[in-house]
């Protein structure tokens, strides 16, 4: 008896102290809002995790050497070897993203991360399956995944999990994907559209009774030239109906073709509990420039979310979150850390050999020893621990009011 009243009596503590998130339940879709389980609006104002499952090369001041992330990965190995190439990425892996991040973004005001996934921490490759037309987990991304809701959860955070390099990729702007040219798209491959679809299921099935899960990002930034957006409207459709099948809770964000902003054959919405992600970069911060999306939202009677916004100054950043909040739409920056950027959230630190290492790249310098740009490497990998980065206070300012 007396183990059972301590037991209650820590746990009791435990919840009104805050250190045991009390979920306010599934997130769903409720006409033009996006509602709590007590049917409260919910305003999403979130950050996106760009750069940890996915490696655009612009983030590391790479674009003039590499395309892709696979391209990034090819140099770093050919120049200190494959192990130290691993042990690189393993140790980036785990500093990039840590529980510290999250407790800070917390702290800062967010209640949402939009987390960038790679479908090739979670299954392999349609050709490198070593029996045709089936699928092989890989347990890396799943991990990464848990360890992150484990955190969100702890802070109250919801988590919307996005595909932003799908089998193949989808489109033409290679670092968005991490797209190979000389293999099928995802829109030239059934096998890569198949793939796709058991990716969100084998997701959906693994996350179904999460709370802390906000939803699901179905494909990021389609850019490719689709009739009519049929074979985009199809494949939607596809995904929704085998999430649906192991998860009715969660919301389906369906972003459009052109970068997310071209709906054309998109609607009307085929779920009920569906919203319709929009990104905006570079241009005026008016309600002219997200009208047709208004006119969305109104005509169908279904809530909006600003899925990826950012890479310009503060005076547009604070503009631009007081024309989504104004028209109740949540929304979700861009990036969290990248180096030498005052743009993004957290700045990281260049290493000091790591000019050698790009302008070597380039064609413009001397090749580094093994040894020197092994140490520049994990000196990197050290650089995108939280503790270890600027945290850009006029920023978060910008987007919050204050710092």
Not at 2 to 11: L, S
Not at 152 to 164: E, G, P, W
């Amino acid at each position: 008896m007396k183990n059972h009243i301590i037991a209650f009596a820590v746990t009791f503590y435990l919840i009104f102290s805050g250190d045991i998130a009390v979920s306010q339940g599934f997130l769903k879709a409720d006409g033009k809002q996006i509602v709590n389980e007590k049917g409260e609006n919910v305003l999403l104002r979130g950050i996106g995790l760009g750069g940890w499952m996915l490696q655009e090369p612009y983030m590391f001041q790479l674009s003039e050497v590499a395309g892709t992330q696979t391209e990034i990965k090819s140099k770093i190995s050919e120049l200190i070897g494959q192990k130290n190439c691993d042990e690189f990425y393993t140790l980036f892996m785990n500093n990039m993203i840590s529980e510290k991040d999250i407790d800070a973004l917390k702290k800062w005001g967010f209640n949402s991360i939009r987390l960038p996934m790679h479908y090739n921490l979670f299954t392999l490759p349609v050709d490198k399956e070593p029996v045709k037309d089936q699928n092989s987990w890989v347990e890396t991304g799943f991990k990464l995944t848990d360890n992150l809701l484990s955190w969100c959860r702890k802070n109250k955070i919801y988590l919307i999990l996005d595909l932003h390099a799908t089998p193949g990729g989808q489109g033409n702007d290679r670092p968005i994907a991490d797209i190979d040219t000389l293999k099928p798209r995802l829109w030239e491959s059934e096998a890569n559209q198949k793939k796709t679809i058991a990716l969100w299921k084998k997701l959906a099935e693994r996350y179904k009774d999460e709370e802390w899960i906000g939803g699901y990002d179905l494909i990021n930034e389609t850019n490719y030239k689709l009739d009519g957006n049929e074979p985009l409207k199809k494949l939607f459709s596809e995904i929704t109906q085998e999430i649906r099948i192991v998860d009715k809770k969660h919301i389906i964000f369906i972003e459009g073709n052109q970068f997310a902003n071209d709906y054309t054959g998109l609607t009307p919405p085929w779920d009920n509990n569906m919203a319709y992600s929009f990104h905006k970069y570079w241009n005026p911060t008016t309600v002219e420039t997200i009208q047709k999306y208004l006119d969305l939202r109104e005509k169908y009677n279904v809530p909006l979310w600003m899925g990826e916004s950012g890479e310009n100054n503060n005076e547009w950043f604070k503009a631009a979150v007081n024309l989504f909040e104004s028209n109740n739409i949540g929304w979700s920056w861009w990036t969290i850390k990248k180096i030498d950027s005052e743009s993004s959230l957290m700045t990281i630190s260049k290493p000091a050999g790591y000019q050698k290492i790009i302008d070597y790249w380039a064609g413009k310098g001397p090749k580094p020893s093994v040894q020197e740009a092994r140490a520049t490497f994990m000196e990197l990998a050290e650089n995108v621990k939280y503790e270890n980065c600027k945290i850009n206070n006029d920023v978060l300012e910008a987007l919050f009011g204050k710092k």
